[in-house]
């Protein structure tokens, strides 16, 4: 699995006119390639009446998946540009359909390829970017009597907790980043005196918003 990366929060939406055209851009987050197809479809049914539905994605394991569509536009003037913007703000699992309304004015191979680009920059910071970090939950078992410290202790440290449990003794469910887990393992420890049972049991992301010069502000 990836440690972290960079991705869109999620669905986003934004509207330009240039020269009398209307570039709409639409944004969302896609895990596979079957996604972002489905995505550019559904958008091209609802903007059947548009003059170009264009659109680029990148998604799959380390990225493999890169495709572009000009979608009648002058080869290389949309798709690419779409992509361009996607790749440079470094982002993962991310599809952009640009969908343009002619005005009657042409703008000309560079025209269109600041337009697509600008369309695609406003359209990425609609949807608001993330960075998505690996982390590995630790099940931390240990008396009730240590909970107040062990609780204590990881809020002042900033360490999530996703869980607990009650039996016949209390397991705390804490995120440590994927290739730091000793050095929450090791706090837990000391915390408790070694009276603590610890184990790995899985992991997941944990989202964190940032901002990309270009896109946020």
């Known amino acids: 699995m990836v440690t972290n990366y960079h991705t869109v929060r999620g669905y986003g939406q934004a ?10 851009a639409y944004v969302d987050r896609v895990e596979t390639e079957e996604a972002a197809l489905a995505f550019i479809e559904k958008i091209r049914k609802n ?14 394991e380390h990225d493999r998946l890169q495709k572009a569509d000009d979608d009648g536009e002058p080869s290389g003037t949309a798709g690419r540009p779409i992509l361009e913007v996607i790749k440079k703000s470094a982002l993962s699992t991310t599809v952009v359909v ?29 949807a608001g970017i993330v ?4 982390h590995t939950r630790i099940a931390a078992c240990f008396d009730y009597t240590l909970l107040g410290t062990v609780e204590n202790n990881l809020r002042n440290q900033q ?3 996703v869980d607990k449990l009650f039996t016949d003794q209390v397991t705390v469910i804490a995120l440590a980043p994927t290739g730091q887990e000793n050095i929450l393992e090791t706090k837990l420890t000391d915390w408790t005196s070694g009276r603590v049972s610890l184990t790995q049991t899985g992991h997941e992301y944990v989202e964190t918003s940032v901002r990309l010069p270009g896109l946020n502000g």
């Open 15 to 24: 509207e330009l006119e240039i020269n009398k055209s209307r570039f709409i």
């Open 47 to 60: 903007h059947w009446d548009a003059t170009h539905n264009c659109a680029a994605y990148i998604t799959g």
């Open 98 to 126: 640009i969908t343009r309304y002619f005005g009657g004015i042409k703008l000309g191979a560079g025209g269109l390829v600041r337009a697509y680009g600008k369309s695609t920059t406003a359209g990425l910071a609609a």
């Open 131 to 134: 960075e998505r970090q690996l």
């Open 159 to 161: 360490v999530q907790i």
